[in-house]
């Protein structure tokens, strides 16, 4: 609905927004001057003690100083009762006295049928409610006690129960005056198909009430008693009231209670269980009606809360309606708005978990709750076996799809981050501690005649090396990654082409690792890079660019010939993969050493080192100094080969 031209100007000036908020606050009389209309109070917007909040009366603004809230009088209701902008606007407007403007006839003509259905509704809650304490009602009375529902929780949510009768609502309603196309278009009852004499559509049910966000009975839910009953759960139609698709249960009291204070917003599958939550003081809890969560009731948490916790059951059928959710959620999520999972233990709800371990246990679950990223990789690798290249391939495929439904670019950049790190962790090679070196000689110490495994020291020409220094200190490699960093970052336009090289070249130093990442989320839109760098790994990039080397290396000049450029990373490239290929060998054949000494070690030892030699005889290799010597290793698994030689011979 539209508002005619100088309305809110008028509301804005006709209400006190110091008298609007300061329902809602305690004001700091100390710091406070009532007379010029700067109030101060603390933020209700966040815990804290000190009045940093302010209010300027004269101007109709608040601020404040802690979390950063600001708004006229519209924007407090909307943000501290989770109103949308008319509702507020309603409210305030009857504070001032004023009329809201007409509108067209036809939607009043709606808002009155509506209207008219609500009165309806609200007279078949009062109906259900007074027939629980019946005689009949006995069996949902002693159901609704084996649940632990005391009679306040029952009056809170407003239960009752709908006697086993074919008419006993329709004749209540009838001879209260309610026409009879009201009750039927309400959904109470429906029409025979014989043509008789309509019928109740609860019949020997607890019922639940369902209301909307202003907190008017729409709809009803009813359990049966019978086990013989053809369902479970039974709701109401679809009725101009009602659209299961757009509803929650319990949305109204959900709102009230995120309005009071911070705590998650939670997600269950049931009626009882929002009520167990409820009563266990997480307030705000919700349900979808029966079906997986559509668009409409995601846009509608998020009107309650940006990040809500879904909590699922704890079996098969919970964990594929969470999976089932990512795909209706990624194309929906962005900065502001997202949601969280928890999975409860296998075989119960958040009923039987409140039963089990109380408040606390339901605490510690969301606590831990799993953000959306996480869940969409679990469920991509879950029982997946990704030990081919041809499986990991339609691993990545699949997690690109997923990428592909998000449509905020900044967002969808973190999520390949996040993924990109998940699949790192997933299937990078494990990096154990090195087996010690012993000595298992007869003589005294132990039992059995065996001495304590001490490593046995370097020799003189392997002393200080890389590899006497240990495999996580990767020195050798940290200028290989630097100058193809900085090459890239000053080169953008060549990461396309070395995009797949980049991709695998997994680095070793965080720094870089971040820095690498970065790059990789930005192949197709490197504009502004060194900013977008500096925004979020600035440390690292800083770390990155004071590295001598990397300062006077022709090819991190701007002015660089792109081919001199593209043979640099050509050339980095290789020898990285070249000096890590050959590292992981001889790791290995050093392992072998500490256990056998035989041919075969020598033989892996020296063919490490003809690679090693192979690729600096390339032609690659030659075109610049980077400050070491690049037949270190080749020298040092010499002395490795001799050492082992030794060692035969002196056994």
């Avoid at 309610?178 to 009852?189: E, T, Y």
């Amino acid at each position: 609905m539209s508002l005619p031209p100088g309305f809110l100007d008028e509301l804005r000036n006709r209400v006190s927004i110091a008298s609007v908020i300061g329902r809602a606050v305690t004001w700091d009389m100390r710091k406070s001057k009532p007379g010029k209309g700067d109030m101060w109070a603390p933020c209700p917007f966040h815990q804290e003690k000190s009045a940093s909040f302010h209010v300027d009366d004269k101007k109709g603004f608040y601020y404040c100083f802690g979390c950063h809230a600001k708004g006229d009088a519209l924007t407090f209701l909307r943000e501290s009762q989770n109103l949308n902008f008319m509702e507020a606007v309603e409210i305030l407007a009857r504070e001032a006295g004023m009329t809201m403007p007409a509108r067209d006839p036809a939607a009043a003509q709606k808002a009155d049928r509506r209207a008219q259905l609500v009165e309806v509704t609200e007279a078949a809650a009062r109906f259900f409610r007074m027939q629980l304490s019946t005689a009949a009602a006995t069996e949902a009375r002693a159901y609704l006690e084996g649940r632990g529902l005391s009679r306040e929780t029952v009056e809170r949510f407003g239960l009752g129960f709908a006697p086993d009768a074919r008419q006993a609502l329709w004749t209540h309603l009838t001879g209260a005056g309610v026409a009879p196309d009201l009750i039927i278009d309400a959904g109470l009852a429906a029409r025979a198909d014989d043509g008789g004499a309509p019928f109740d559509r609860f019949r020997g049910r607890i019922i639940f009430p369902i209301r909307d966000l202003r907190d008017r009975c729409i709809a009803f839910g009813g359990r049966a008693l019978s086990a013989n009953a053809r369902a479970k759960y039974l709701n109401s139609p679809e009725t101009e009231l009602f659209d299961k698709g757009r509803s929650l249960y319990n949305a109204a009291s959900a709102r009230a209670a995120m309005s009071k204070g911070p705590g998650p917003l939670i997600v269950a599958e049931g009626y009882m269980d929002v009520i167990a939550l409820s009563v266990a003081g997480f307030g705000a809890a919700v349900a979808p009606l029966g079906t997986a969560i559509t668009e409409d009731q995601l846009r509608l948490l998020w009107r309650l809360s940006p990040e809500p916790v879904v909590a699922l059951d704890g079996d098969k059928a919970g964990l594929r309606a969470a999976w089932r959710l990512i795909d209706v959620a990624l194309p929906l999520i962005g900065p502001e708005q997202s949601l969280r999972f928890v999975m409860l233990p296998e075989g119960q709800d958040p009923d039987d978990l409140l039963r089990a371990g109380g408040a606390g246990a339901m605490r510690n679950l969301l606590d831990g709750a799993l953000p959306l990223v996480r869940l969409l990789w679990q469920r991509e690798t879950e029982g997946q076996v990704l030990d081919s290249p041809e499986r990991r391939a339609a691993l990545d495929a699949r997690l690109r799809a997923a990428l592909g439904r998000i449509t905020d670019q900044s967002l969808r950049g973190h999520y390949a981050e996040e993924l990109r790190r998940l699949r790192y962790e997933a299937f990078a090679p494990a990096r154990g501690p090195r087996a010690p070196q012993s000595s298992w000689r007869g003589g005294g110490g132990m039992a059995g005649g065996r001495r304590r495994a001490f490593p046995a020291a370097p020799l003189a020409g392997t002393r200080g090396t890389l590899l006497a220094a240990g495999p996580d200190d990767a020195v050798a490699d940290h200028l290989h990654e630097a100058i193809i960093l900085a090459v890239l970052i000053a080169h953008p336009a060549h990461l396309p082409d070395f995009e797949p090289a980049l991709e695998r070249a997994e680095m070793r130093d965080a720094g870089h690792e971040r820095l690498r990442l970065i790059l990789l989320e930005h192949v197709a839109d490197p504009g502004n890079l060194r900013g977008r760098l500096a925004e979020r790994a600035g440390d690292a990039l800083d770390a990155l660019l004071s590295i001598p080397h990397v300062r006077i290396a022709p090819p991190v000049r701007p002015d660089a010939d792109p081919e001199l450029v593209r043979a640099c990373l050509e050339e980095e490239f290789a020898m990285l993969s070249a000096r890590r290929g050959a590292l992981a060998e001889t790791r290995e054949a050093m392992e072998d050493l500490t256990r056998v000494a035989d041919e075969g070690v020598t033989w892996r030892l020296g063919q490490a080192a003809a690679a090693r030699h192979r690729t600096e005889r390339s032609g690659l290799s030659d075109t610049r100094d980077l400050g070491e010597d690049r037949s270190e290793l080749s020298q040092r698994l010499q002395e490795l080969i001799d050492k082992q030689v030794w060692v035969k011979r002196k056994r």
